[in-house]
């Protein structure tokens, strides 16, 4: 009869006698308390620090898990010494092959499993809590802080900074979930040897395709009907003019039971097919072919070139149309310089009775600075230089607004340019446009150039995207009617 007491001591004694189990040991037991007042404080939410996560879940967890294992370990292969026998490999054969024997040993083997649940029961703790560790916001885009502190800030302030990283990166299943941990371990390598690219390169070309991401959320099929569209824009006069653009969207919808696939998000309806060749950046744009639901192809040719770069051979790239080839910016919305001062202009963070402020403002923030310390100062002393020059009576009368002009300009600044990652205005345009010389985003394709065989050509009609109801007007009168002033 094998009792639990001697079990036990036999498991003592073979931890003193195997040295591995013995380093085992010395590792668990130094690490348990250290890991448990460590839970204990995040769970209490007293250290709020990012490393402090990693510090756990990633370092301190799987030390202690390695400090179990090798115990175990250290005692199943034990050869030779009889005290410790009954956790070795070689008696546990010799007992299982023997019925008679087989009973003997029940208390340990209801020993052994107890341990197993217990050990079980630790591993899924810290695997599960090193999971969503791993799939926090924090740990995504804190933990290398420079490298993605502009995705990090710029989704913070962005309408989906409620949705997790995770959410557009992985998604869900586990075989994204691997992929995305081998690509991050490349990332961590990359930022260890700092040999990561400054800014990032992007299009992310490994990217999950949209209909798995976007689609858990948003279905395009239900949407119906026009958005209409406000934009408010400043002038560079010297009273700051405001005037307005509105656009009537022709958002239109994928197409379910009750309506044909029409408008703008015509592209993702499951009838539709859009493949294209592109470049490497996805701006060059010779080929598309629309496949429909018949089968029928029709492929439309614009005759651009794909340049080589650099001496490289030209890399092209034959893509399926999703959300992303518009909506490449939902949560890192990088706005250009004049949508980004506009804006603080509308949200009142800039003042408009200082003179000629969206002018200088402008000025200000394009220039190149080495930092994002130094763009502060700069921006700062560069408006408070124009209106000494210039309008020494404001600096003394409009103090306040100055002051708020100036900071309202420097959050502009802060929140789309990111020196550290030499990202300045404009490196992340959004494809959601065309620009002002119709020749970006939806015109990659839509510029009139793309010509079928049978002469059907992708349509540049101002129209078919949406109706412009004003551009640029001061006052216009639709808004008063759409306001019912
Ligand atoms: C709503 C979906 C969404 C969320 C949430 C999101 N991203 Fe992205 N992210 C994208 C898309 C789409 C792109 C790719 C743009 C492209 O390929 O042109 C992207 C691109 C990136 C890039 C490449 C650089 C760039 O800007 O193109 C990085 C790095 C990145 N994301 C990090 C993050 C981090 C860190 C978070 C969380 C703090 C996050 N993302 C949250 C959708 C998302
Ligand atoms: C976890 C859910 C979720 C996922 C995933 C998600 N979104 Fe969203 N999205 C939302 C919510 C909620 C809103 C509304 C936010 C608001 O208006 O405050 C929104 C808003 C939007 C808007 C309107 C933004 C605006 O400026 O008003 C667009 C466009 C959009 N999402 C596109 C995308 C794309 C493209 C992806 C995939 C890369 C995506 N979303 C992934 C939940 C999600
Ligand atoms: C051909 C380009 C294109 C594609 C592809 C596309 N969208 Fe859009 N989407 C637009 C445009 C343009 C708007 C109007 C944006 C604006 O001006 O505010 C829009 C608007 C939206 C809105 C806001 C609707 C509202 O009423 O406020 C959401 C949400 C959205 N899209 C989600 C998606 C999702 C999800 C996909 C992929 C399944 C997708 N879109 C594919 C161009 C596109
Ligand atoms: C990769 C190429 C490509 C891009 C980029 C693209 N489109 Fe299209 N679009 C097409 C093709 C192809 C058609 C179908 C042309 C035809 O049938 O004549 C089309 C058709 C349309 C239609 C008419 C749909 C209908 O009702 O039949 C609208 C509206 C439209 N696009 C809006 C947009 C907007 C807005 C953008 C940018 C946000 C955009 N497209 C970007 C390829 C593109
Ligand atoms: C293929 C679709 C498409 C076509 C064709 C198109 N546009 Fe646009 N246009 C857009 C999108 C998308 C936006 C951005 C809407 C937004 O800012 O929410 C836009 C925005 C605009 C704006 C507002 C810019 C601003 O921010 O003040 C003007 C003005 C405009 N378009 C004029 C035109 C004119 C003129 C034509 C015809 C030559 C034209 N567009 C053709 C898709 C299109």
Redesign the pocket.
């Known amino acids: 009869m094998v009792s639990l007491s001697s079990v036990m001591l036999s498991f003592i004694k073979g931890i003193q006698k195997s040295r591995i189990s013995l380093l085992g040991a010395f590792i668990t037991t130094v690490v348990f308390p250290v890991l448990l007042g460590a839970i204990i404080l995040d769970m209490l939410g007293y250290v709020t620090n990012t490393y402090y996560g990693f510090f756990i879940y990633m370092i301190l967890g799987p030390a202690f898990l390695f400090g179990l294992v090798l115990v175990f370990v250290g005692l199943f292969f034990f050869k030779g010494s009889r005290e410790v026998q009954i956790f070795t490999m070689e008696y546990l054969q010799e007992q299982v092959s023997d019925p008679v024997r087989f009973t003997r040993v029940k208390k340990l083997i209801f020993l052994g499993v107890v341990l197993t649940v217990v050990n079980i029961g630790v591993f899924s703790l810290l695997a599960y809590s090193g999971y969503h560790y791993m799939e926090s916001n924090e740990f995504c885009g804190q933990f290398c802080h420079t490298v993605m502190n502009p995705e990090y800030t710029t989704h913070q302030n962005s ?2 900074s409620n ?1 997790h990283c995770v ?2 990166h992985i998604g869900s299943g586990a075989a994204w979930f691997a992929k995305s941990k081998l690509s991050g371990t490349r990332q961590i390598i990359a930022v260890a040897l700092d040999t990561y690219p400054r800014p990032i390169h992007t299009p992310v070309h490994g990217l999950r395709p ?1 209909g798995e ?2 689609e ?3 279905r395009p099929e239900l949407f119906h009907g026009d958005k209409l569209v406000i934009r408010e824009h400043t002038l560079d006069d010297e009273v700051n003019s405001k005037v307005n653009t509105l656009l009537m969207m022709k958002i239109g919808s994928a197409g379910d039971r009750a309506v044909s696939s029409h408008g703008i998000h015509w592209h993702v309806s499951p009838e539709n097919t859009i493949t294209y060749l592109s470049d490497a950046t996805r701006q060059v744009i010779p080929e598309v072919t629309l496949t429909r639901a018949d089968g029928t192809k029709t492929v439309f040719r614009s005759g651009a070139k794909i340049d080589s770069v650099k001496g490289e051979k030209s890399k092209t790239e034959l893509r399926t149309m999703d ?2 080839d518009c ?1 490449n910016r ?1 949560a890192h919305v990088y706005l250009s310089d004049e949508e980004a001062i506009d804006l603080k202009f509308a949200e009142g963070k800039i003042p408009r009775d200082l003179p000629f402020i969206k002018r200088e403002a402008l000025k200000a923030a394009n220039k190149s600075y080495k930092s994002a310390a130094a763009a502060k100062v700069g921006i700062a002393a560069d408006l408070q230089a124009f209106y000494q020059q210039n309008y020494p009576e404001i600096v003394k009368q409009k103090q306040a607004q100055l002051v708020q002009a100036i900071a309202g300009v420097q959050a502009a600044y802060a929140e789309n340019v990111f020196p550290d990652m030499n990202i300045g205005w404009g490196n992340y345009t959004s494809l959601l446009q065309h620009g002002p010389d119709f020749d970006k985003g939806c015109f990659r394709c839509h510029g009139g150039e793309h010509e079928s065989d049978s002469g059907e050509v992708i349509s540049s009609d101002c129209n078919i995207c949406h109706s412009i109801l004003a551009e640029g007007e001061n006052d216009p009168a639709i808004l008063k009617t759409l306001r019912g002033e």
């Open positions: 309408p989906h949705v959410e557009c949209a991401t976007c858990a959320c948003h959300c992303i909506h939902p």
